[in-house]
């Protein structure tokens, strides 16, 4: 079975700042992996993904995420935060078959000027 | 091209009801998943539809229903609504191959009172 923890409901980061969200999976197969995010009454957007191809992946805005089987962890980075940033950020790891994905509670990040 | 639409956005509905969502995925995607999400359990999978064939179900009551058109469009049912129905409901399509990224419409709030 896939599941997904995401450590820390709440982070804030000031303007500027380095943005370190954390996820850890669990897979009974080799994991698919996604980071997504969520503005306040919209849908989610996808940031980016990993499927078993480079190890560091880039996405959209900025962002990037590194795959490290050894821990289990696809921890999403920025290295300066933007107060567009302020967001609701959700780790998925996909089901064996389908697509079919296993969300983690969510990161809300928070912004500071 | 076109994202993934939802339709209504809004919606209230008294307990005991039945209410009917629709989603129109992106031109040329094959599979239609549907998610609930709530502030207590988060984002969670109802089913996935894939050429007009149910292909993974989530862990919900009989009373939640979907099905899929031959032009990829599908819908899902509720019936007998009950409070804890209150959600945001999220449609997501992707081209229909296993683990892939998939891309989320708006979602519809729906309100059961």
């Known amino acids: 079975a896939q599941s997904v923890t995401q450590l820390g409901s709440h982070v804030s980061v000031s303007e500027g700042a380095l943005v370190l969200l954390r996820c850890n999976y669990s897979?009974?197969?080799?994991?698919?992996l996604f980071w997504y995010v969520q503005y306040p009454n919209q849908g989610l957007q996808l940031l980016l993904k990993?499927?078993?191809?480079?190890?560091l992946v880039k996405g959209i805005n900025g962002f990037e995420a590194e795959f490290k089987k050894s821990e289990t962890s696809f921890h999403l980075t920025k290295p300066s935060a933007h107060m567009s940033d302020a967001a609701e950020y959700f780790c998925?790891?996909?089901?064996?078959?389908?697509?079919?994905?296993?969300f983690g509670a969510g990161t809300i990040l928070r912004v500071k000027s | 091209k076109a994202g993934v639409t939802q339709t209504p956005r809004y919606l209230i509905k008294t307990r005991g009801q039945q209410v009917t969502l629709s989603c129109s995925p992106i031109?040329?995607?094959?599979?239609v998943s549907w998610y609930q999400q709530t502030p207590g359990q988060g984002l969670q999978f109802l089913f996935e539809y894939f050429s007009e064939t149910q292909r993974n179900k989530g862990n919900f009551p009989g009373r939640f229903s979907g099905r899929q058109f031959s032009n990829s469009r599908s819908e899902m049912n509720v019936s007998t609504l009950e409070l804890g129905d209150s959600a945001l409901y999220l449609c997501a399509s992707s081209l229909g191959q296993d683990r892939r990224e998939q891309y989320f419409g708006p979602g519809t709030r729906l309100t059961v009172t």
């Open positions: 990993y499927t078993s191809a480079a190890t």
């Open positions: 031109s040329g995607h094959r599979s």
């Open positions: 998925a790891v996909s089901a064996r078959y389908g697509n079919k994905l296993v």
């Open positions: 897979s009974s197969v080799p994991p698919y």
